[in-house]
């Protein structure tokens, strides 16, 4: 596969370019004329980068020349959703209000990393706004749209960051999860995702959204890019309170460790009641293949409504709380589909939100019961596929009910309580995407990871392209 | 139901829209207050769902996020 081809891999970029194959520059300016002429329907970059691209290439270009070792993703390109610092640009974080922030004075702690790893930065990516968002509408910079599927919804938050990967734009790109903004637009658009576990990855210098449940993590195509960007952007970091003095722990040495080692759960009841038919077959297939090779057992876990009411009233009163100044101030410039949430999650009592931290340690508590027993979860990253945009209900189960806090309905347990979770495709060329979860114990990204890789050698997770894409 | 008035006043989250807005110093347009609403009665519902897993009196996760910083290094 070319290198400066759409579909080319971070590891293949990366190899052609310190094979000398390829030169950075050349990969960098393919990637901008992909951008100017397509993004326009996709909608995912709300800044590109440009001249910072540019020089980041040319730079790249003139360490090879000179003999100087390259990062690990060197001359890769990439993008990042538009809450994490880039410096010379204002935070959006998706709204309007923060366009009058000033410039950001320096990266993200994640940006960072993948300069120093030789990456090269190509823009700020769309998302819903303040992160308060499954779908990937905005009413202040549009919507992001499936590039699966142009009339359908990317998912959101991270909605640009999944668009742009299924795009074939970037290989890679940086997200964030609260409820399941990285997991849910990895199902609508047919990509790789890793939340990880709650302070492996630095937050620092991305604007937040509810600090007690912030996660932030790359997508890619493939599971291979998907470790190389986590191992690339590990490592403890004082800026950010959360993170955790832990020691890097490469996932890429164990991606072809395989699953025969493992048992693996497939939650029932409350999972498949709420789960429609594309992700209970996407399930069924993803475990017919899992069983192959591992010990499948069902799981059942008790108590997981009571876990996802604690991650929405938690999600609801720190959020509304963070953007107290703005709703008093500047109430008329939230988008509409934000702003009576934000209102409402400010006038929570305390007690309701005290008693979701309780109840979300104790759900904590049964799941980790839960993996005394089995190695992995498997779940549905979504309930159903990408809705159209502007859609506001849908059926479940015979049962119609209201979109928006539905479709991240499967997520929300687990990044309530922290634990890393991999998102694969499981979809047929030119069908509509969807994700399957798969969830670890806290600090074992490394095993979800190489599940995924087992996967994508059976051959069944699969990052297809668009169908336009395709056919082109 | 008070026929003269749609917001329903004898159920509490309206006298609590008036009265906690109020008190945190936001001012909820009329035209947002069903939208408030809405949210409020979801959140009434979740609080219902937190009851299938009660903690116990010992089980404590107050702070969401609270480390202190390690002292500078000329201290330690």
Same mark, same amino acid.
């Given at each position: 596969m070319s290198a400066t081809g759409p579909r080319a891999s971070a590891a293949e970029i990366a190899a052609a370019v310190a094979e000398g194959r390829v030169t950075a520059a050349d990969v960098t300016e393919a990637a901008l004329a992909r951008i100017a002429t397509e993004d326009k329907t996709v909608n995912a970059f709300t800044a590109v980068t440009q001249e910072r691209a540019r020089a980041e290439a040319a730079a790249i270009d003139a360490a090879r020349a000179a003999g100087r070792p390259l990062g690990p993703v060197a001359g890769v390109p990439y993008a990042v959703k538009n809450l994490f610092d880039v410096a010379?640009?204002?935070?959006?974080?998706?709204?309007?209000?923060?366009?009058?922030?000033?410039?950001?004075?320096r990266d993200a702690a994640l940006v960072r990393r993948l300069h120093a790893a030789g990456a090269v930065l190509l823009g700020a990516l769309n998302m819903g706004e303040y992160a308060y968002d499954f779908t990937g509408e905005n009413a202040h910079d549009g919507a992001c749209r499936n590039p699966h599927a142009p009339g359908r919804m990317t998912g959101g938050s991270s909605s640009g960051s999944g668009a742009a990967v299924a795009a074939g734009f970037v290989p890679l790109t940086l997200g964030s999860d609260t409820n399941g903004s990285l997991r849910v637009p990895a199902s609508l658009c047919g990509v790789y995702s890793l939340k990880p576990s709650y302070g492996r990855l630095s937050r620092a210098g991305s604007f937040p959204f509810v600090d007690s449940l912030d996660h932030v993590g790359p997508l890619a195509r493939s599971a291979a890019d998907l470790a190389a960007a986590y191992d690339a952007l590990q490592g403890h970091d004082p800026d950010d309170h959360a993170s955790v003095p832990r020691a890097a722990e490469p996932a890429t040495p164990a991606?072809?460790?395989?699953? #025969?080692s493992l048992t693996i759960g497939i939650p029932d009841g409350w999972f498949e009641a709420h789960a429609a038919e594309p992700a209970r077959a996407a399930l069924a297939r993803t475990a017919d293949a899992l069983g192959t090779a591992a010990r499948l057992r069902p799981v059942t876990l008790e108590g997981v409504e009571a876990g996802r009411a604690a991650a929405y009233l938690i999600t609801n009163a720190e959020s509304a709380a963070l953007h107290l100044p703005r709703l008093r101030?500047?109430? #008329?410039?939230?988008d509409p589909d934000t702003r009576d949430r934000f209102l409402a999650g400010a006038l929570l009592p305390a007690a309701w939100v005290t008693e979701a931290q309780r109840v979300r340690r104790r759900w904590l508590g049964r799941v980790l019961r839960a993996f005394e027993t089995v190695d992995l979860l498997v779940v549905p990253a979504t309930p159903f596929t990408a809705p159209e945009i502007g859609q506001r209900r849908i059926e479940i189960g015979g049962r119609e009910v209201l979109l928006r806090p539905n479709l991240g309905l499967l997520a929300q347990p687990f990044s309530c309580i922290g634990l890393p979770v991999v998102t694969v495709p499981v979809f047929e060329p030119g069908a509509l995407p969807i994700g399957i979860q798969l969830v670890a114990p806290p600090w074992r990204e490394a095993r979800a990871l190489a599940a995924a890789a087992w996967l994508e050698g059976a051959g069944l997770a699969t990052a297809h392209p668009p169908p336009a894409a395709a056919a082109a | 139901m008070n026929e003269t008035d749609?917001?329903?006043?004898?159920?509490?989250l309206d006298a609590h829209i008036d009265t906690a807005s109020a008190l945190v110093g936001l001012s909820i347009p009329e035209e947002h207050r069903a939208g408030v609403r809405a949210f409020l009665e979801v959140a009434r519902q979740m609080e219902a769902a937190l009851a299938a897993l009660p903690p116990e009196?010992?089980?404590?996760?107050?702070?969401p996020v609270y480390r202190l910083p390690e002292p500078p290094e000329a201290e330690t």
């Amino acid at each position: 596969m070319s290198a400066t081809g759409p579909r080319a891999s971070a590891a293949e970029i990366a190899a052609a370019v310190a094979e000398g194959r390829v030169t950075a520059a050349d990969v960098t300016e393919a990637a901008l004329a992909r951008i100017a002429t397509e993004d326009k329907t996709v909608n995912a970059f709300t800044a590109v980068t440009q001249e910072r691209a540019r020089a980041e290439a040319a730079a790249i270009d003139a360490a090879r020349a000179a003999g100087r070792p390259l990062g690990p993703v060197a001359g890769v390109p990439y993008a990042v959703k538009n809450l994490f610092d880039v410096a010379g640009l204002a935070t959006r974080a998706g709204a309007r209000i923060n366009r009058d922030h000033p410039p950001a004075a320096r990266d993200a702690a994640l940006v960072r990393r993948l300069h120093a790893a030789g990456a090269v930065l190509l823009g700020a990516l769309n998302m819903g706004e303040y992160a308060y968002d499954f779908t990937g509408e905005n009413a202040h910079d549009g919507a992001c749209r499936n590039p699966h599927a142009p009339g359908r919804m990317t998912g959101g938050s991270s909605s640009g960051s999944g668009a742009a990967v299924a795009a074939g734009f970037v290989p890679l790109t940086l997200g964030s999860d609260t409820n399941g903004s990285l997991r849910v637009p990895a199902s609508l658009c047919g990509v790789y995702s890793l939340k990880p576990s709650y302070g492996r990855l630095s937050r620092a210098g991305s604007f937040p959204f509810v600090d007690s449940l912030d996660h932030v993590g790359p997508l890619a195509r493939s599971a291979a890019d998907l470790a190389a960007a986590y191992d690339a952007l590990q490592g403890h970091d004082p800026d950010d309170h959360a993170s955790v003095p832990r020691a890097a722990e490469p996932a890429t040495p164990a991606l072809g460790d395989g699953i #025969a080692s493992l048992t693996i759960g497939i939650p029932d009841g409350w999972f498949e009641a709420h789960a429609a038919e594309p992700a209970r077959a996407a399930l069924a297939r993803t475990a017919d293949a899992l069983g192959t090779a591992a010990r499948l057992r069902p799981v059942t876990l008790e108590g997981v409504e009571a876990g996802r009411a604690a991650a929405y009233l938690i999600t609801n009163a720190e959020s509304a709380a963070l953007h107290l100044p703005r709703l008093r101030s500047r109430l #008329a410039e939230f988008d509409p589909d934000t702003r009576d949430r934000f209102l409402a999650g400010a006038l929570l009592p305390a007690a309701w939100v005290t008693e979701a931290q309780r109840v979300r340690r104790r759900w904590l508590g049964r799941v980790l019961r839960a993996f005394e027993t089995v190695d992995l979860l498997v779940v549905p990253a979504t309930p159903f596929t990408a809705p159209e945009i502007g859609q506001r209900r849908i059926e479940i189960g015979g049962r119609e009910v209201l979109l928006r806090p539905n479709l991240g309905l499967l997520a929300q347990p687990f990044s309530c309580i922290g634990l890393p979770v991999v998102t694969v495709p499981v979809f047929e060329p030119g069908a509509l995407p969807i994700g399957i979860q798969l969830v670890a114990p806290p600090w074992r990204e490394a095993r979800a990871l190489a599940a995924a890789a087992w996967l994508e050698g059976a051959g069944l997770a699969t990052a297809h392209p668009p169908p336009a894409a395709a056919a082109a | 139901m008070n026929e003269t008035d749609p917001r329903a006043p004898e159920d509490p989250l309206d006298a609590h829209i008036d009265t906690a807005s109020a008190l945190v110093g936001l001012s909820i347009p009329e035209e947002h207050r069903a939208g408030v609403r809405a949210f409020l009665e979801v959140a009434r519902q979740m609080e219902a769902a937190l009851a299938a897993l009660p903690p116990e009196d010992t089980e404590l996760a107050l702070a969401p996020v609270y480390r202190l910083p390690e002292p500078p290094e000329a201290e330690t």
